[in-house]
């Protein structure tokens, strides 16, 4: 009964490679995000979708393109790795037609570039 | 845009003592102000929240102050047991719409037996 699930948990993959995340929630949120930690524990948001629209796009290279098929799935496609892209990916989400919903984390993807 | 600082980084505390994180955060519109527990390896989980119009909550041995004149807001954890030794994160958002929580940066705590 997993509220909002992301897969693979672990993803190893070389530079230059192409890879994907998937998010699905089951909380009936109307808004999801994906943030990134960082080895300093960082937490980042990267993009925000609402309804299947973007919302916010912060300062993200390109390579990095959410897709939102539904309301209840937000995926992570990332082009052409980098060293630098090696992070935790968490997807999270929220009800924002309530005030102050909290976030619902996913059990985060540890991306691996080598 | 909202800046959340965190402070301190790390805390070390002997067991059965208190911990006090406290944070401050720069939009005055901001009106939620939710803590975050991350264990090793896991996901951040919401612990405690606190909404503008209150100054204090508590819950069990967690409670959470907010000072809006001063824009800060600290986290109190009393007797503190072992498995409370995780990362904290504090953040803020400026309220329904916004879409976004700022997070500081967090705060390894360590409690010692």
């Known amino acids: 009964d997993t509220a909002v699930s992301q897969t693979p948990k672990y993803l190893v993959t070389q530079m230059g490679n192409d890879k994907s995340i998937k998010c699905e929630q089951n909380?009936?949120?109307?808004?999801m995000y994906w943030y990134k930690q960082d080895s300093k524990k960082f937490l980042k948001i990267m993009f925000s979708y609402n309804n299947k629209e973007l919302i916010i796009n912060e300062t993200v290279p390109n390579r990095f393109s959410p897709k939102s098929p539904d309301k209840a799935h937000l995926n992570l496609h990332i082009n052409s790795l980098e060293l630098g892209d090696s992070a935790v990916y968490f997807c999270a989400s929220s009800q924002e037609r309530l005030t102050n919903s909290p976030l619902h984390f996913g059990n985060g993807t540890r991306l691996t570039v080598t | 845009g909202e800046n959340v600082e965190q402070h301190p980084s790390t805390l070390s505390v002997q067991e059965g003592d208190s911990a006090v994180i406290k944070c401050t955060y720069s939009d005055s519109a901001s009106n939620y102000f939710p803590w975050y527990k991350q264990e090793l390896g896991k996901r951040p989980q919401l612990i405690i929240d606190?909404?503008?119009?209150?100054g204090e909550k508590k819950d069990q041995r967690i409670a959470v102050t907010l000072n809006k004149t001063a824009k800060h807001f600290s986290l109190h954890i009393t007797e503190t047991q072992p498995e409370d030794s995780a990362v904290y994160f504090c953040a803020a958002r400026s309220g329904a719409g916004s879409y976004q929580l700022t997070f500081g940066k967090g705060t390894k705590l360590s409690v010692i037996p």
């Open positions: 606190i909404r503008s119009n209150v």
């Open positions: 909380l009936g949120h109307d808004t």
